[in-house]
């Protein structure tokens, strides 16, 4: 009688959405506790808000599961999104506060739009002829949040209202996988810094610098799919 000999192959996390979920965790750890080394070491915070931090965290989180065109970063991001609906109400800016809470529930738009992971949207650019109806939606967007300032009562944070008018479009364009929406959103990103370093803001001003970076990156790696996507289909 011959004795079979089993050998056990070592297991091994490819990629696909379970890894990129603990990728997303670990950078979402990492890049939150280097933001609170940062607000530290210069001085710009002496506690930690678990509201910032928890909405932070999660921000990052959907960010790289949106780089990496995972699904999964709409309910991540929706749950981000409301926890910063609550920060940015507590600070006084009237119209983050009201476009996060908006992409709470625009994000289910989104999670229809782009499918399954594996029959995903493709990405592509932007058709010249929508370009005029997106600007003229973003202005309306944009006096509207000013119009939302003065029915509240509060002072008006102009660069407030670039974000959140400038959102709405880059969630849009996000939504439908559309490369447009990384630029969109390095020019909210530029904004989003000097209105949060300059309300107090200091964890999410930090990590809208790491998300500037990051639209860069999302650029390559959505021009990359879509490269992919017409060779597939030569």
Not at 62 to 87: D, F, H, K, M, Q
Not at 149 to 167: E, F, N, Q, R
Not at 207 to 219: P, T
Request: aromatic letters at 18%; one cysteine or more; proline letters at 3%.
């Amino acid at each position: 009688m011959s004795v079979a000999t089993i050998t056990q192959e070592p297991v091994v996390l490819r990629d696909g959405p379970a890894r990129n979920i603990i990728e997303s965790v670990i950078i979402g750890v990492v890049l939150t506790g280097l933001s609170y080394l940062i607000g530290f070491y210069f001085g710009w915070i002496t506690t930690v808000s678990p509201l910032e931090a928890f909405a932070v965290l999660t921000s990052y989180s959907c960010t790289y599961l949106c780089v990496r065109e995972r699904r999964i970063n709409y309910p991540i991001g929706a749950v981000s999104n409301a926890a910063y609906a609550l920060l940015f109400y507590s600070f006084g800016l009237m119209g983050s506060a009201v476009v996060t809470a908006y992409l709470t529930i625009s994000l289910v738009y989104g999670w229809f739009r782009w499918k399954d992971d594996s029959n995903t949207k493709p990405v592509a650019f932007v058709e010249a002829k929508w370009w005029p109806v997106y600007i003229l939606a973003t202005a309306l967007a944009f006096l509207g949040g000013f119009g939302l300032y003065h029915l509240l009562g509060a002072a008006v944070v102009w660069t407030d209202l670039a974000v959140m008018a400038g959102s709405i479009l880059a969630q849009f364009l996000m939504d439908n996988k559309k490369m447009e929406s990384w630029i969109v959103w390095a020019i909210v990103n530029v904004f989003a810094i000097y209105t949060y370093m300059t309300s107090g803001l200091f964890i999410a001003g930090v990590q809208y610098i790491f998300f500037l970076g990051n639209a860069f990156y999302g650029w390559y790696c959505w021009n990359k799919s879509r490269k992919a996507t017409i060779t597939e289909e030569v």
